[in-house]
């Protein structure tokens, strides 16, 4: 084993190891602030029981994981951080300041099979059409909300956004998708109509200083993915739609109604930036489902409809 640097802690380590994600690996800062918190509170837990966290077993951290179910964290967000805290563990022992990988032989927690949810396209229409066009900021929160779901973006993409990313003429925008991968993402009329108003009538009077991000706060300043969630939230209030309405509910609903359109689903793993159609084959399930439950709704309404024929007629000849 290369001995450990002189006084090296495991915080130290972790530093080093979000800079070699964010650097070599093309990590986002979601996904290296979500890094930081997950194996971060890990190690404030180690020192909390008196424990050197290069220095624990498995056993220590599948005692950890206990702690997290016995306060309800959900299954998906348990396997999450064990992978998470794996990894860290796994670039210890790269680096040395391990001798065998701590934690061999935990098991990720099996994730519960849970489909997406997604927008119908009523309720969706009443998300879209909430906003006040007649104000600046009425203009940009139409314009975000139809991109959002005209052109399934995530959200880190939609406030990462710059206005000469941008081509309206061709209905098309540049994305930096996960791992710095750009993609071109294409857009219906509705999206581009909603974006050239704002660009026309609600950017230039929330410009203060010159700044090329497309969506701006009130002060000028780029919009932040907190600000657009909080926002979406107020709409989705607004219009009276009763389930959590988040940013990545739209990009379901995007890719579901293609689906649910005839698309293929090689063109919708291309228009979502997914490099695995794996990762794309959950929606055709969601899509699936969603038949299914029109059909049985449909076939419902004929058997209401032949019991009440008989009924009817026994009232006419009564009558």
């Known amino acids: 084993m290369a001995s450990r640097p002189a006084h090296k802690t495991a915080e130290a380590f972790l530093d080093a190891y979000l800079r070699e994600l964010a650097g070599i690996g093309n990590r986002s800062p979601y996904t290296i602030r979500n890094y930081r918190n997950d194996i971060g509170h890990f190690l404030a837990d180690c020192r909390e029981r008196k424990l050197d966290p290069l220095s624990i077993n498995r056993q220590v951290f599948r005692a950890y994981l206990g702690t997290l179910r ?109 791992g710095s991968k750009e993609r071109l993402a294409v857009f219906g009329n509705p999206a581009a109509d909603a974006v050239d108003a704002y660009l026309k009538d609600g950017r230039p009077k929330l410009a203060h200083e010159p700044n090329s991000a497309l969506f701006l706060n009130r002060f000028g300043g780029r919009l932040t993915a907190r600000s657009v969630q909080t926002i979406i939230k107020r709409h989705a209030l607004k219009a009276g739609i009763s389930q959590d309405v988040h940013p990545h509910l739209l990009r379901h609903s995007f890719a579901t109604h293609l689906l649910d359109g005839g698309a293929d689903i090689r063109i919708v793993q291309d228009l979502l930036g997914h490099s695995s159609a794996n990762t794309t084959q959950i929606y055709t399930h969601v899509s699936q489902a969603r038949q299914a439950e029109v059909s049985a709704k449909a076939w419902e309404r004929v058997a209401e409809q032949a019991l009440e024929a008989p009924r009817r007629r026994r009232k006419a000849a009564n009558s």
């Open 70 to 178: 016995e306060r309800n964290m959900v299954a998906a967000s348990v396997t999450r951080r064990t992978s998470t805290v794996h990894g860290f563990y796994k670039y210890l022992l790269r680096e040395g300041a391990t001798d065998k990988d701590l934690l061999y032989g935990v098991a990720l927690p099996k994730r519960p099979k849970r489909l997406p949810h997604v927008l119908d396209p009523q309720t969706l229409n009443a998300l879209l059409v909430a906003p006040d066009s007649s104000t600046p900021q009425g203009l940009r929160d139409r314009a975000m909300l139809e991109l959002l779901y005209g052109a399934g973006l995530r959200i880190s993409e939609l406030e990462s956004l710059d206005v000469g990313q941008l081509d309206l003429e061709e209905a098309v925008v540049v994305v930096l998708g996960k």
